[in-house]
Antibody, heavy 121, light 110 residues
């Protein structure tokens, strides 16, 4: 059974940093690109970024709204993806989901349960 | 990258059909056959229902179908059932390793 479990969320003040983790199980993690998607309360989904696998040199890409502040990484030996969020802003408050993109499909077929990040002074 | 445009709401009676549009540009929806659709019930994570414009993942009923014409993709839910009441989001590859979601559509089964 495929599982994605996020952790590391919580309350942060504007300007602070927070690191989310996403532990994966039930599939070949190292071969799958991993995405982060967020959703503000009552709002729609927003793509945050993606990290590809070793075959693509762990290439990362980010939405313009977080580029330069957020960083995605992965540790294939731990089946874990990370989202390091720096320079947090009030508008970064959201539920953050990690999602898997199968290596042979252009879609996100498995999603974590989501983790809440609240940025407030 | 601006969000893809979806109607805020759509509705019909059980057994009927509803079609949701997802309008982008020639740089995203119009450029690639990499449009996917997600269903989200309140308080739950999104679920993939269509990928690569018109392909259905295993386990998704064939009542769900997708299509694309030019810069607009569409999701049709036929034979509406109560459990189809949810929010639906489209997503498209936008080139340069970027992706963009639609604004979301709330489907109500009357």
């Amino acid at each position: 059974e495929v599982q994605l479990v996020e952790s590391g969320g919580g309350l942060a003040q504007p300007g602070e940093s927070l690191k989310l983790s996403c532990v994966a199980s039930g599939f070949a993690f190292s071969g799958s690109p991993m995405h982060w998607v967020r959703q503000s309360s009552g709002k729609g989904l927003e793509w945050v970024g993606r990290i590809r696998g070793k075959a693509n040199d762990y290439a990362t890409s980010y939405a313009a709204s977080v580029r330069g502040r957020f960083s995605i990484s992965r540790d294939d030996s731990k089946n874990t993806a990370y989202l390091l969020m720096g320079g947090l802003r009030i508008e970064d408050t959201a539920v953050y989901y990690c999602t898997r993109q199968p290596p042979d499909r252009w879609a996100n077929d498995y999603w974590g349960q989501g983790i809440l990040v609240t940025v407030s002074s | 990258q601006s969000a893809l445009t979806q109607p805020p709401s759509a509705s019909d009676y059980p057994g009927q059909s509803v079609t949701i549009s997802c309008t982008g540009t020639s740089s995203d929806v119009g450029a690639y056959n990499y449009v996917s659709w997600y269903q989200q019930h309140p308080g739950q994570a999104p679920k993939l229902v269509i990928y690569e414009v018109n392909k259905r993942p295993s386990g998704v009923p064939d009542r769900f179908s997708g299509s694309k014409s030019g810069n607009t993709a569409s999701l049709t839910v036929s034979g509406l059932q109560a459990e189809d009441e949810a929010d639906y989001y489209c997503n498209s590859y936008a080139g340069s390793n970027n992706f963009v979601f639609g604004s979301g559509t709330k489907v109500t089964v009357l």
